[in-house]
């Protein structure tokens, strides 16, 4: 299996950018997919999930209104397009498959630890300069 990311870059504040990640070998329909975050120096963190119909999404506080996460099952790759950049936003986003059972479990394992994810993907690194 293998989680592939892409999209990151070096952006000014106020502008967007849109990561990709490209999933092969596994039933891509069969999981919720989410993106993560670490900051230089800090723990990762979640950012947001989206269901394996693309139905439901959570996003965390810091990044709602900003950031739109959805998927192409058709294309087996998930979106995160990110909006009015901050500086604090700068990170390397990865993304993570977990096999769905229903949304609330899926949802409390992508809010729980890290070893709840099935899979990972290596990150791509966005930075966002004042």
């Known amino acids: 299996v293998q989680l592939q990311a892409s999209g990151g870059g070096l952006v000014q504040a106020g502008g967007s950018l849109r990561l990709s990640c490209a999933a092969s070998?596994?039933?891509?329909?069969?999981?919720?997919l989410g993106w993560f975050r670490q900051a230089p120096g800090k723990e990762r963190e979640f950012v947001c999930a989206?269901?394996?119909?693309?139905?439901?999404?959570y996003y965390i506080d810091s990044v709602k209104g900003r950031f739109t996460i959805s998927r192409d099952n058709a294309k087996n790759t998930v979106y995160l397009q990110m909006n009015t950049l901050k500086p604090e936003d700068t990170a390397d986003y990865y993304c993570?498959?977990?096999?769905?059972?229903?949304?609330?479990?899926?949802?409390?394992?992508?809010?729980?630890?890290?070893?709840?994810?099935?899979?990972w993907g290596k990150g791509t690194q966005v930075t966002v300069s004042s």
């Open positions: 989206i269901s394996w119909n693309g139905v439901d999404t």
């Open positions: 070998g596994l039933t891509f329909s069969n999981y919720a």
């Open positions: 993570a498959a977990r096999r769905s059972l229903f949304w609330g479990a899926d949802i409390t394992a992508f809010l729980g630890r890290s070893e709840n994810m099935h899979y």
